[in-house]
């Protein structure tokens, strides 16, 4: 081969080669990630899977973290990663995928970061190291929960910025991502034009997003905080505070077989049992027979738009409970926000002035109620009607009680949430507006979705007020209500049951679950429980049921095991303890501490230090926030000498217990590392008498018997022991899960 035959090839070659290099056209596009702050938690990012970058010297700030490993989402994103070891204290770039509630979160230290313990928590989340696998692309924009302020962020943090006017809500079209976000409602304060094309709900596109992030629902299901409504609409911040099988063959011998009710009267509503072919009758008709029925008797069942889609991810999310006009996607000729069709500015109208309500009465109530075929439409009006007049009985305002409707059938819907009006004046059309849903009566599931949706920050529940549920029922419940309501008292609600025309002793054998009012209700002691005779007795009763609604006092249920005790830990100074270990036990204090509700009216916490002597460090309610009392518990000072536990635990009993509220557990823990001088037995007996639950923590030398002797039965459960101090940490966790199972145990009576 000649010598310009090979320079050829070679330049061909050359040429070749250099063509099959990346032009940077096929290059894989950057992922935009959004950045966070150290206090961001994963709970108030709706996403199930997304990608965040966190800043340097997140560890410094101590944001709290529960879990090790799967961590509750009310734990800080970044310290979870520092935590985990998927990040450093430089900061960097995580991957939060979201999971299901645990039963409990078990707490460690690790890479400098101290996890706390929970009993139980609704959400949880893990991280893994942020790099994308192949092909995979997350959100470039979070989007948030939030009651309050615009909740879009994007990956610049120059877009963070804080608001405090009251927001107008606006449906407008997201921003493009190559990966769909959920679809959520956001609040922003500047006029923006919605898009031509409608959708439901969707994520803001704003330029300068305003956001603030609510404080976090603490362990369990109590609620906590305090809201206020913001405008007339009663639209504003509120800090929280906490499916059954279809039955078909509801059996009722009623003159009427289809699924309407005779309406003439309620005499003719029951016949009698002639024969055991008229006891069969159903209730509710097979589905055939009722397409038919339904077809001639209501051309139209429910006037309401097919928002199917929209109302399957409202039931499945609940973040938000839209006014009725805001069910509906915007239209495709829909104005500049802020005007209507004749330019007038809807936005510069001075605000009404907003109803305080009846402070006497500050509960947030839900009304369930029964929008069943079998109930007929005069019944229907008739229900419609109570609650009208019950909104007008109970005064209605911010300083009050707040009100709102959940209207079940085959599945529940929420007519208007609890922060959607704030006067009874308001309430009246709205609720003479409300269509009937039909379907069965499926209670339990509505008790499961109050539970797990309705009372939420997002809907207007505040921390201050004890959560109500007044549950209107036709007869019987199709579905069981058991699991679903006991679940519900759990989370702090009071669970009233209104029966109207309930089943009688030929009709009990067709109930699908025996005894459903009393394994429903808060307690069995007929308080929460109202049956009516008749539906046109049912207006009758309203001044009896704001009555006791209204008396927060014997709303039991509202208390959990978390804000509804009074809690005396006793101390041992003695001198073996030491000042380095008195510091720790300290330590294990606050953090047994801060997982209560700390309040007046919620849990109250005093100190005994002893050795030879007593001292009163701060008695129940001298402090009365959680930041107040661990300043408080910081700042005690070591005493040193004997250690007489018998006479302190007497201290204890005449200093703190006899100062008790009579609605409030009392609980003792006594933390000593050595045997006393004096007598255990006696003074722990007659505390025991008192109704004091007693829990005893011995270290290192620490006698065994005192230990049992101080506890109260059984003492596996309220007895421990640890070697070192430096090991107390471990027994946080047991503590408060022991003190819940006890307090959730209670008889219901």
């Known amino acids: 081969m000649s010598k310009a035959t090979l320079t050829a090839v070679f330049i061909v070659f050359l040429l070749t080669s250099s063509g099959a290099k990346p032009n940077g056209k096929n290059k894989k596009p950057k992922q935009a990630v959004p950045a966070i702050e150290c206090d961001m938690r994963a709970g108030k990012i709706i996403l199930p899977e997304f990608i965040v970058k966190c800043p340097a010297n997140c560890r410094e700030t101590k944001e709290k973290v529960y879990g090790t490993g799967?961590?509750?989402?009310?734990?800080?994103?970044?310290?979870?990663?520092?935590?985990?070891?998927?990040?450093?204290?430089?900061?960097?770039?995580?991957?939060?995928?979201?999971?299901?509630?645990?039963?409990?979160?078990?707490?460690?230290?690790?890479?400098?970061?101290?996890?706390?313990?929970?009993?139980?928590?609704?959400?949880?989340?893990?991280?893994?190291?942020?790099?994308?696998?192949?092909?995979?692309?997350?959100?470039?924009?979070?989007?948030?929960?939030?009651?309050?302020?615009?909740?879009?962020?994007?990956?610049?943090?120059?877009?963070?910025?804080?608001?405090?006017?009251?927001?107008?809500?606006?449906?407008?079209?997201?921003?493009?991502?190559?990966?769909?976000?959920?679809?959520?409602?956001?609040?922003?304060?500047?006029?923006?034009?919605?898009?031509a094309k409608p959708r439901v709900t969707t994520v803001h596109k704003v330029r300068e997003a305003v956001f603030q992030y609510p404080i976090e629902m603490s362990i369990l299901s109590g609620r906590y905080g305090a809201g206020q409504s913001q405008s007339a609409q009663g639209k504003g911040p509120a800090q929280a505070f906490r499916g059954s099988s279809i039955y078909a063959n509801r059996f009722s011998p009623r003159t009427n077989t289809g699924v309407h009710r005779q309406e003439t009267s309620t005499t003719i509503r029951r016949q009698l049992h002639a024969s055991s072919a008229s006891a069969a009758l159903s209730r509710v008709q097979p589905q055939s027979e009722r397409k038919q029925h339904t077809a001639q008797s209501n051309p139209a069942l429910d006037p309401r738009p097919d928002n199917t889609e929209y109302e399957h991810w409202l039931y499945n999310f609940g973040q938000y409970s839209p006014a009725p006009e805001e069910h509906k996607p915007p239209s495709k000729t829909s104005p500049t926000r802020g005007f209507n069709a004749r330019g007038h500015d809807l936005t510069a109208r001075a605000p009404e002035l907003t109803s305080q309500g009846d402070p006497n009465c500050k509960v947030d109530i839900a009304f369930l109620m029964d929008g069943s075929w079998s109930i007929g439409k005069?019944?229907?009006?008739?229900?419609?009607?109570?609650?009208?007049?019950?909104?007008?009985?109970?005064?209605?305002?911010?300083?009050?009680?707040?009100?709102?409707?959940?209207?079940?059938?085959?599945?529940?819907?929420?007519?208007?949430?609890?922060?959607?009006?704030?006067?009874?004046?308001?309430?009246?059309?709205?609720?003479?507006?409300?269509?009937?849903?039909?379907?069965?009566?499926?209670?339990?599931?509505?008790?499961?979705?109050?539970?797990?949706?309705?009372?939420?920050?997002?809907?207007?529940?505040?921390?201050?007020?004890?959560?109500?549920?007044?549950?209107?029922?036709?007869?019987?419940?199709?579905?069981?209500?058991?699991?679903?309501?006991?679940?519900?008292?759990?989370?702090?609600?009071?669970?009233?049951?209104?029966?109207?025309?309930?089943?009688?002793?030929?009709?009990?054998?067709?109930?699908?679950?025996?005894?459903?009012?009393?394994?429903a209700v808060c307690r069995t002691n007929g308080f929460f429980s109202l049956p009516i005779m008749s539906w046109f007795a049912l207006r009758k009763e309203v001044q009896s049921l704001v009555k006791r609604v209204c008396d927060t006092d014997r709303l039991v249920c509202s208390k959990t095991c978390l804000n509804a005790n009074d809690i005396a830990f006793v101390i041992d100074g003695s001198s073996s303890v030491g000042t380095g270990n008195f510091r720790t036990v300290l330590q294990f204090v606050a953090n047994v501490t801060q997982e209560f509700e700390i309040s007046d009216t919620d849990t109250r916490v005093g100190i005994v230090q002893y050795t030879y002597e007593q001292r009163l460090e701060f008695a129940f309610g001298q402090h009365n926030n959680k930041a107040d009392l661990l300043n408080a518990i910081k700042r005690i000072n070591y005493w040193s000498g004997g250690t007489s536990t018998g006479a302190a635990i007497t201290f204890a009993a005449d200093q703190l217990f006899s100062k008790s509220k009579p609605n409030k557990r009392k609980i003792m823990i006594v933390i000593t590392d050595g045997r006393s001088y004096d007598d255990v037995r006696a003074p722990a007996l007659a505390v025991h008498g008192k109704g004091v639950i007693a829990y005893s923590i011995g270290i290192a030398w620490a006698a065994q018997d005192e230990l049992e002797y101080i506890a109260t039965d059984p003492d596996r459960d309220h007895s421990f022991f640890v070697d070192e101090f430096d090991n107390l940490y471990k027994y946080v966790s047991k503590i408060i899960h022991n003190i819940c199972n006890e307090f959730n145990s209670q008889p219901r009576n």
């Open 378 to 519: 005069r019944r229907f009006k008739i229900e419609k009607d109570f609650l009208v007049e019950v909104s007008q009985v109970i005064n209605v305002g911010v300083a009050g009680p707040m009100m709102g409707i959940i209207q079940y059938g085959d599945d529940p819907v929420t007519e208007f949430s609890l922060k959607q009006f704030s006067s009874s004046k308001d309430l009246k059309p709205a609720i003479s507006k409300i269509v009937q849903k039909g379907g069965l009566s499926n209670v339990g599931k509505a008790l499961s979705y109050i539970n797990e949706h309705f009372f939420s920050d997002a809907n207007g529940n505040r921390g201050g007020a004890p959560n109500v549920a007044v549950v209107l029922v036709d007869g019987w419940p199709t579905d069981k209500v058991e699991e679903a309501s006991r679940l519900a008292r759990e989370s702090g609600i009071n669970i009233f049951f209104v029966t109207i025309e309930g089943p009688d002793e030929n009709e009990k054998q067709n109930v699908v679950e025996t005894n459903f009012v009393d394994k």
């Open 70 to 195: 799967v961590f509750a989402s009310i734990s800080s994103i970044c310290n979870a990663a520092i935590h985990s070891g998927v990040i450093t204290n430089s900061g960097g770039k995580v991957i939060v995928m979201k999971m299901a509630g645990q039963t409990i979160y078990k707490g460690s230290f690790a890479n400098g970061v101290r996890s706390l313990s929970l009993p139980n928590w609704r959400e949880s989340f893990s991280v893994s190291v942020g790099k994308p696998k192949n092909g995979v692309t997350y959100p470039s924009t979070l989007v948030f929960v939030s009651s309050r302020h615009t909740t879009v962020k994007t990956g610049d943090p120059k877009d963070l910025t804080y608001s405090t006017a009251s927001p107008v809500t606006e449906a407008l079209e997201a921003e493009p991502s190559s990966t769909a976000a959920p679809p959520t409602t956001t609040h922003v304060t500047t006029p923006i034009t919605t898009s």
